[in-house]
């Protein structure tokens, strides 16, 4: 792990790798990378890369776990073994544990179940390259894939976490403000704001809880944007197909 550094942000406002501190680290998402899966999508975002794949909806079994009356949908977080500094463990960890559980209960207020009694849908989220804010960048990805499969949802999900160094909010924390920053707050909302995911490491005063969930609404309604604008670009090659076949 690299030494602690003296500051985090310098005289100008700026942080170690030159962002402003409402600034994320670019984002870039392409669909349906994986033909096997339903819905599926890599996304970047600064040093984060992750593999999002989505099946169902399809009947699951055994079937004593099915639910009559709607889908259920399992979300499964993991980190490939070189995906971190020291080798991840293979298999599921308490982290990976906790971290698919809250992931799957952010997208519970978008995906419609109902449509599909029975039925199981499964989210995998595979991270390949870690830099601190994997969880959200997975939620980023599986919001995406699950719209690539035809999920019938209310919207999408955008996520993104905002922390503290050096005494000052900062949104998208790197690696480094991670590990040495005095806190951590990952957040998911749907489009209309809802927050459907939040979780604190750390500590942060009243006011600073607010103003960061002030700047945590303005990332997700900037990641909101990227998602959209990658689901159209899709969709429009899609239209051109379609226009090519009447
Ligand atoms: O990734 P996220 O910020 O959602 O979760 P975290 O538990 O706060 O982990 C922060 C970062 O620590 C990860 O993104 C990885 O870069 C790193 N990490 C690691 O190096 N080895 C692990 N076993 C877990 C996390």
Redesign the pocket.
Known sequence: MANKPEKFIDENGLRLDGRAVDEMRPMTIEIGVLSRADGSCYLEWGK?KILAAVYGPRELHPRRMQKPDEAIVRYRYN?AAF????R??PGP?R?SIE?SKVSRDAFAPIIMTKYYPSAVIDVFAE?LQ????????AINAASIALADAGIPMKGLISAC?VGKVDGQLVLD?S?DE??YGNA?L?IAMTQDGEISLLQM?GNLTKEEFKKALEMATEGCRQILEIQKEALKKKFESHEEVVKSLV
Do not use: F, H, Q, Y
């Open positions: 984060n980190m995906s971190v500094e020291d991840a463990r960890s982290r971290i991270v870690a830099d601190a804010g994997t969880r959200t960048a976490a924390l690696k991670d590990n951590d990952p490491d």
